[in-house]
Nanobody
Framework: QVQLVESGGGLVQPGGSLRLSCAAS????????MGWYRQAPGKKRELVAD???????NYADSVQGRFTISRDNAKNTVSLQMNSLKPEDTAVYFC??????????WGQGTQVTVSS
């Protein structure tokens, strides 16, 4: 079993920054990708950014240029630096890990609130 532990959420004013971190532990076979999803009230969970073992990264159009994902393959960690935050970034952010053969894991979620 794989456990994902997130940290770094909180309340920030518009234009501010936050950094989310996620550490994976347990019986990790081989990681295909680690990333971040978010879910706002009344909306579907959506991809924010992910990072493949190859080094390729993907970003949602809404966060491109403001968020940066980074992954440490040796430590099985992934971080999300969020700059120029907007009220519409308010959501619960979930860490995600997909193993090479498709098994998927989720963190418990961390709340990010952008408000003045």
């Amino acid at each position: 079993q794989v456990q994902l532990v997130e940290s770094g959420g909180g309340l920030v004013q518009p234009g501010g920054s936050l950094r989310l971190s996620c550490a994976a532990s347990g019986s990790i076979f081989s990681i295909y990708t680690m990333g971040w999803y978010r879910q706002a009230p009344g909306k579907k969970r959506e991809l924010v950014a992910d990072a493949f073992s190859s080094g390729t990264t993907n970003y949602a159009d809404s966060v491109q240029g403001r968020f940066t994902i980074s992954r440490d393959n040796a430590k099985n960690t992934v971080s999300l630096q969020m700059n120029s935050l907007k009220p519409e970034d308010t959501a619960v952010y979930f860490c995600n890990l997909i193993e090479l053969y498709g098994q998927q894991y989720w963190g418990q979620g961390t709340q990010v609130t952008v408000s003045s």
